[in-house]
C-alpha cells in the first residue's frame, strides 16, 4: 500500500482519481494554487474534471486536514499541501502566495493567553509586499 492509499485510508476517505490528482498536485507544488489554477493545470490530464469537482475535492481535503485552506483576503481562497502552521507572505502587486521559512509563530498562541478568555488552537500570520519579480517591473 502506497503512502497516499494509507493516509486516505485512515481519514476513511474514498479514493476517487479526482482527489488523488488534487492532492498529488498540491502535494507537488509550493504555489499556494488557487481552485482555478489547480483546475486549469489538471485539464490535459484530466480532460472530463470540472472546476465544481476540484472544489469538492479540495473541500473534502481541507475538512480531513489534509490540505490547508488559506483566506488571503477578499474571498481569495488558496491552497497548501502543507498543513503544518507557517506564516505566508503574499504580492499585492501579482497576487503569488510564498511561505516564509526559518520563522514561526506558535509562541503567540502562548502569548495571547492572557489577552483573551479562548482557548488558543492556532493562528495565521499573513505577510503583504512585493514580491522579487514585481519589483525588477516597477
Ligand atoms: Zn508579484
Ligand atoms: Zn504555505
Known sequence: MDNLTCIFKEKKLKL???R???YKFLKSTKKHPSA???YKS???EYPTMSLATVYKALKTLVDVNLVQELNVGEGNFRYDGNTQPH???QCIQCG???DVEGICFSSLNEKIKDKVNYEVISNQVYFYGICPDCQKKN
Open 20 to 22: 488523488i490528482a488534487v
Open 16 to 18: 476517487t482519481p479526482q
Open 36 to 38: 482555478e489554477t489547480i
Open 96 to 98: 503569488r502566495v510564498d
Open 42 to 44: 489538471l485539464l490535459s
Open 87 to 89: 506564516p505566508h507572505i
